[in-house]
């Protein structure tokens, strides 16, 4: 088995489907011993998923790995303080926080969409993010030598979308969210990351993928001619869990197939 995360403990957020799970099965059959988190143990349905019809933790330990599944809803400080403290009494300690979990609301305008849409963007994308963040930096500190969080943010939180405003202000307070704990968190030696997928084959994009209009406009307006998949963003996670990127500190990486290069391509 290879071994790039050889015993580092890694808690994903969301890990029931889609990024989460790929990312969950990815860190496993590097080493890990992973903390499989979500609002319910059961894939999504409509995903991509190998195969959804049994659990993350299931595959995991189907190809030989390490996993357990803790529930949790990442809009409340105590079940994220809880996450975290099951990880480290199953585990021992905490090496990498991967706040995942999100959802996606579109096709209003701005003035179109109500609070619900507002809230339920910024209660799991940016106020999950910041309870998980905070929860793995006081075992991060406690521990005393270092971590690394990832957040899964999006070229939505780079850029500005038509018809998913609330999407992308939660997306954009979880990219600023990545930069303030890179300055403040450094010199502790905990890393943090944002990874900006485009449009990837999960559940939370199976109907525009199944929408032959939205794909054909999608695909054209990549420069790599492609929707990204759930292992596109698993392997750059890993790399990111590793200490391959070391002195990667901050960033927010774009892994779009070049989409956000140009307005349209060739
Ligand atoms: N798929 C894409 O095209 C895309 C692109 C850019 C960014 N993202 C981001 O990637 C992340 C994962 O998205 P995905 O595409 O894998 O979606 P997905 O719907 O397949 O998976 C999201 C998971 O989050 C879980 N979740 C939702 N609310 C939660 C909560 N309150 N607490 C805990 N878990 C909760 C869901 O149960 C689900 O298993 C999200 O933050 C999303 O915004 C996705």
């Known amino acids: 088995m290879p071994d790039r995360l050889q015993d580092k403990v890694i808690v994903v957020t969301g890990a029931a489907s889609g990024f989460g799970r790929g990312m969950s099965v990815a860190f496993a059959a590097e080493g890990a011993k992973v903390v499989v988190s979500d609002v319910h143990e059961d894939a999504n349905a409509g995903g991509f998923e190998t195969d959804g019809s049994i659990t993350t933790v299931q595959e995991i ?15 409340d400080a105590g079940q994220v303080d809880d996450l975290i403290a099951t990880t480290v009494s199953t585990f021992g300690r905490l090496d990498v926080m991967v706040n995942n979990a999100g959802v996606y609301r579109r096709d209003k305008l701005v003035h179109e969409f109500g609070v619900e849409d507002l809230y339920a963007c910024f209660d799991v994308n940016c106020k999950g993010s910041f309870f998980g963040a905070q929860s793995a930096i006081k075992q991060f500190l406690a521990q005393g030598d270092g971590g690394n969080i990832i957040n899964l943010v999006s070229t939505a939180g780079l850029q500005g979308h038509p018809s998913q405003s609330v999407y992308n202000i939660s997306k954009g307070a979880q990219a600023q969210l990545t930069r303030c704990l890179a300055i403040e968190y450094g010199r502790d030696g905990i890393r943090t990351n944002g990874i900006c997928p485009t449009f990837a084959k999960t559940s939370l994009t199976r109907k525009l993928f199944d ?16 929707w990204g998949e759930v292992a596109d963003i698993a392997d750059l996670a890993v790399f990111l869990a590793s200490d391959e990127s070391s002195y990667i500190h901050g960033d927010l990486i774009r892994i779009d197939g070049g989409e956000t290069l140009c307005r349209y391509s060739v």
């Open 211 to 226: 929408d032959k209009g939205f794909d054909d406009f999608f695909v054209e307006s990549v420069p790599l001619k492609r």
């Open 61 to 75: 330990e189907k190809h030989g790995g390490t996993a357990t599944y803790v529930q949790c809803d990442v809009t």
